[in-house]
């Protein structure tokens, strides 16, 4: 290495006693940055401490997620916390990449309702009933609707919401650790989960509401099977009021988390138990009835205590209504008989499926007819399930009450056999909004019981 002289900058300022040394410094001349704590005896530690901690600049993010417990789908939710203090919190979506709406461009109006099922995995009647109102209202139909149909649609997003309400109570329950919950919650769905089954020959992602009227009528033995089923799970309900309603523990997770009241509810456009929490009896069943709702006797449930721990009661006790409700559809069923599709032939989708031994499927007679009697009905069953009905150029919005709140949807048409544009307000993106204002000043653990309480499912968000 060779030797260089270095020449002194003539611009260069002289450096003063504090750079060289600024531990050395005497009090009149003061530090030249930062700032100095002078402790003079033990016992100001804390308070020192305390104070450099507030002044501290220093941030700690952390990702709860992508795979986060208190979610049915993949959330990812960022947060910024000073200790056990959560300071910030955002949401993270987008990870599912299902382009459902994007899909529904590419099928005919009938098609449209296998995708929709399959955005809220929990709750699927709700929205094969949203899209199938807004495509009748296109139609110009809804007045052609049998009331049978508009019975059974009553009956199955009845059954949905009791459903997706135990979800949400078993799922929490499980994040708190509290196992039992998640049991007994499970076993109750699962008796709603066979009645669906039974009717429509499947669990879940059941495309079972169609366009003008639903896919089969109810198999035989339905009904009884439903009056059975009634009492079971309200005694499941019961089991489940014990365990939670009053247990301290449950109510030291759960009261004053999650805080959201009625103005931000207002502000970022929830709805749901969410909404109904701070007092606000809302609710689109009675607001704007559709199916008939308007002649059935259940009560719209509130509380007024805007946390985690209200919007569990709220759950609770709307299973106890819906219950109510199904009761009343059954009673209807039996009084009201009826076809189950429009008589529009134009429309009304050429299947008479029924329940067989090896699954659902087209039932004989009507295999007969087409293949063996009715050269005309066989080209209209072909042309009806390949190219669709054309519905007239408009747009709709038409919203029902989901378990998690409204859920809309809006369809364009331009005149053709398939959707223009089709877009769905799932509540459980809206609800997610809430995350910050619900999360920001609590703990860290506080944050699984907040998002559980929105209960939000990722299908229906990443669409």
Known sequence: MSDQTITPDPQARPRTAAEIDPYGLTEAEGPSSGRVFNVSDYGEWDDVA???????????????????????????????IDGETVTEARAGIGYLHTGIEKNMEFRTWTQGVTFCTRMDYLTPMFQETAFCLGVERLLGITDQ????????????????????????????????????????????????????????????????????????DLPPGAIDEIRDMIPLVQRGLRELEALLNENPVL??????????????????????????????????????????????????????????????????DECYESLGIISQTVDRLQATPGPVMVADKKIAWPA??????????????????IMNNSMEALIHHFKLVTEGFRVPAGQVYQAVESAKGELGVHLVSDGGTRPYRAHFRDPSFNNLQAVAAMCEGGQVADVVVAVASIDPVMGGVDR
Do not use: W
């Open 251 to 316: 109510k030291g997770r759960m009261v004053d988390v999650g805080y959201l009241d009625l103005t931000g509810c207002v502000a970022l456009g929830v709805t749901g138990p969410i909404l109904r929490a701070t007092g606000l009896p809302y609710d689109l069943r009675k607001a704007a009835p559709y199916c008939g709702y308007e002649t059935y006797d259940f009560d719209v449930i509130t509380r007024d205590t805007c946390d985690a721990y209200g919007r569990l009661r709220i759950r609770l």
């Open 352 to 369: 008479q499926l029924a329940i067989g031994s090896d699954g659902m499927g087209n039932s004989l007679d009507h295999i007969k007819h």
């Open 145 to 216: 609707i049998p009331e049978r149909v508009s019975i059974i649609r009553v009956l199955m997003m009845e059954l949905t919401r009791v459903s997706s309400h135990l979800v949400a109570v078993a799922t929490g329950g499980m994040e708190m650790g509290a196992t039992t919950v998640m049991t007994v919650g499970f076993r109750e769905r699962e008796r709603i989960l066979r009645v669906i089954e039974m009717i429509t020959g499947l669990r879940m992602n059941n495309a079972y509401i169609r366009p003008g009227g639903v896919a089969q």
């Open 50 to 80: 305390e104070e450099a901690a507030a002044l501290g600049e220093e941030r700690i993010v952390v990702n709860m997620g992508p795979q986060h417990p208190s979610t049915h789908g993949v959330l990812r939710l960022i947060l910024e």
